[in-house]
């Protein structure tokens, strides 16, 4: 077995400033709770929530060749987090038939409080990177499944309620955005987004943009910083 190669969604920074430096670093970028995961072996993404595209083929590429170098492949992912959940399971669904075990570190069993690991510093990465779980083909294979389960249908948001990740429509938080501000006449943008990451676990500021543009709710004090924008209902 040759060197280590991380796998993780975002936040290379802290990855860099830690020991974790000396090994492979691949960073995956997706945004996979708001996109269309029935093509993404191909490398390239669809956004449904913005209507845009992203390509992944340069890390796929690199995962590629670590998987031909015999790397030991080592996930950091959350059992509470619906994009670094997900992020598992797809690379559990891209390896299945190419290596025999692969290395899982969940950010939330270092601390309740890391839903993620892009609020972790890079010291408590390292204090996570000793608690790797080991799985083996059958596991892989399983979470593999889950992977099929969930991408069947591409116009779906994936969500956790109750600890469990879901499928729901976007018209679910649609309606939970327009309830929020109801509630409160007029908020912030970055409130509305905190309420809902709370909630949900999902970042939800392209979807308040959305909204916008549909002209289902309005700015009421605008900033060049979006998510300091004040909006209310139309």
């Not at 429509?169 to 501000?181: C, G, L, P, T």
Request: aromatic content about 12%.
């Amino acid at each position: 077995m040759n060197k280590t190669t991380e796998l993780f969604i975002a936040y290379k920074n802290e990855f860099e400033k830690s020991s974790l430096r000396n090994n492979e670093l691949i960073e995956f970028s997706i945004p996979f709770t708001y996109s269309d995961l029935r093509n993404i072996t191909n490398g390239t993404i669809y956004l449904k929530s913005c209507n845009k595209k992203i390509s992944i083929k340069e890390s796929i590429e690199k995962l590629e060749n670590a998987i031909k170098n015999n790397n030991k492949l080592r996930v950091w992912s959350s059992h509470v987090d619906p994009d670094n959940y997900l992020f598992l399971l797809f690379i559990c669904y891209y390896v299945k038939d190419k290596v025999d075990f692969i290395e899982v570190l969940y950010s939330d069993e270092y601390n309740n409080e890391c839903i993620n690991t892009g609020v972790m510093t890079s010291e408590e990465l390292d204090e996570l990177s000793s608690l790797e779980h080991k799985l083996d083909k059958n596991e892989i294979n399983n979470l593999a499944n889950k992977w099929n389960e969930l991408t069947k249908d591409g116009s779906k948001l994936h969500i956790f309620i109750n600890n469990k990740l879901i499928e729901i429509e976007y018209e679910y938080i649609y309606k939970e955005i327009i309830n929020i501000i109801k509630e409160y006449e007029k908020i912030s943008i970055v409130e509305i987004v905190l309420i809902l990451l709370k909630k949900y676990r999902i970042f939800t500021e392209y979807l308040i943009e959305n909204l916008i543009k549909e002209k289902r709710i309005q700015f009421i004090q605008e900033d060049k910083i979006f998510s300091k924008c004040i909006v209310g209902l139309n």
